[in-house]
């Protein structure tokens, strides 16, 4: 028996990376998974290997969270768990960031976040609750700099995800937000490089934010609305 046996789980972003360490947890726990993502072909490809299904979603796109979430529902039922995972980074010091930059970021990761959990809250609600897990940083806990945009929109998801517990938790919706620190992705490959300033001294695992993700569906039964920190105590100082 599965530890989301019969569940129905979106994950954003889930073609490669950390997204993809979630999609791959959650089908080994028996959900049922939908993919999204922009990467049409590693997306594809990674849902065909762990019996998921695919879809297409730039998450800045309002109208095609509302189609998703239709399909969703009319093919596999009411949605129990999200995950919104997709997130970009660019680098946008404040003296000389460009507009289009902040406002690509801002519109990915937080306004994204944002409409995924106004997609899916009335579905959660029917299905008699839910659990969404928003994915922040430790960028969302502390400054960073050359990155101000990824920074503001980390800070904004860790406090949205505050008020969508508020505004969700009569409804059995718990809603967490996660913060990673250095995990060794395609957004942020380890290389030759050391991660700095942590107190266990290396690189993050995708599985291991994946476990801290599935603890909060399925174990973290009396916790909404907080923080959860995968970063090798970086954030410890
Ligand atoms: N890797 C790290 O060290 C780290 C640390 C802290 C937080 N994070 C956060 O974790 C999440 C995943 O990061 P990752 O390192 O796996 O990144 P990644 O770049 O390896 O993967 C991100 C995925 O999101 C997809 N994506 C990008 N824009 C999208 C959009 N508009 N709509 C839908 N999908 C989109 C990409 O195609 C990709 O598959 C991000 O939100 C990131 O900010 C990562």
Not at 1 to 6: E, N, P, Q, S
Not at 93 to 98: D, L, V
Not at 102 to 125: E, P, Q
Not at 205 to 211: I, S
């Amino acid at each position: 028996m599965g530890r989301v046996d019969g569940k129905v789980a979106i994950v954003t972003g889930g073609a490669m990376g950390i997204g993809a360490a979630h999609c791959r947890a959650l089908a080994a726990e028996g959900a049922s998974v939908v993919l999204c993502d922009v990467a049409d072909d590693q997306g594809a490809a990674l849902a065909a290997e762990i019996g998921a299904t695919y879809k297409h979603l730039d998450v800045s796109n309002e109208d095609a969270w509302a189609e998703l979430v239709a399909e969703t529902v009319a093919s596999l039922g009411n949605i129990d768990i999200l995950v919104n995972n997709a997130g970009i980074a660019a680098l946008t010091p404040i003296a000389t960031a460009s507009t289009s930059d902040w406002d690509r970021v801002i519109a990915v990761n937080l306004t994204g976040t944002f409409f995924g959990m106004r997609a899916v809250a009335a579905s959660m609600k029917e299905a008699g609750g839910g659990v969404i897990v928003n994915t922040s940083s430790v960028a969302g806990l502390v400054g960073t700099p050359g990155i101000s945009a990824y920074v503001a929109s980390k800070w904004g998801v860790r406090g949205m995800t505050k008020s969508a517990a508020m505004d969700l938790g009569p409804d059995n919706i718990r809603v967490f937000s996660i913060h990673p620190g250095a995990i060794d992705t395609p957004m942020s490959p380890a290389g030759d490089r050391k991660p700095g300033g942590q107190i266990i001294p290396r690189w993050g695992h995708v599985d291991e934010v994946a476990k801290m993700m599935m603890f909060l569906v399925t174990d973290a039964t009396f916790s909404t609305g907080t923080e959860f920190v995968i970063d090798g105590g970086f954030t410890a100082r």
